[in-house]
């Protein structure tokens, strides 16, 4: 069973950074793509970066590229997403996510490419 904790959420200032962490457990050789999402209240969860096939393949939407970069230490087994520049828009509950498959340009934004799940963190960006 895989199981997926998201940490390094916060409040910062517009232009601001922040690195959020997702470490897997059990079997995270079986996970060949992962990814973040965020959501917001009344709004779908939306895929906003994902890694693929050990870091071979980056993804992202178009409105974090250039700020965002999604990478992975497979020795700690653990997801990264450092986010700079940071906008009030950017302001939502992030989450991790993994799938033994391996995802591509049109599937890994979609929530139901992804079958294990970390339980969020916040974070919240102020103008």
């Known amino acids: 069973q895989v199981q997926l904790v998201d940490s390094g959420g916060g409040s910062v200032q517009a232009g601001g950074s922040l690195r959020l962490s997702c470490a897997v457990m059990?079997?995270?050789?079986?996970?060949?793509?992962m990814a973040w999402f965020r959501q917001t209240p009344g709004k779908e969860r939306e895929g906003v970066a994902a890694?693929?096939?050990?870091?071979?393949?980056?993804y992202y939407i178009d409105s974090v590229k250039g700020r965002f970069t999604i990478s992975q230490d497979n020795a700690k087994n653990t997801l990264y997403l450092q986010m700079n520049s940071l906008k009030p828009e950017d302001t939502a509950m992030y989450y991790c996510?993994?799938?033994?498959?391996?995802?591509?340009?049109?599937?890994?934004?979609?929530?139901?490419?992804?079958?294990?799940w970390g339980q969020g963190t916040q974070v919240t960006v102020s103008s």
């Open positions: 996510a993994a799938d033994y498959r391996q995802r591509g340009p049109t599937s890994w934004y979609r929530q139901d490419s992804f079958i294990y």
């Open positions: 059990g079997l995270p050789t079986y996970i060949q793509s």
């Open positions: 890694v693929v096939g050990g870091g071979t393949r980056t």
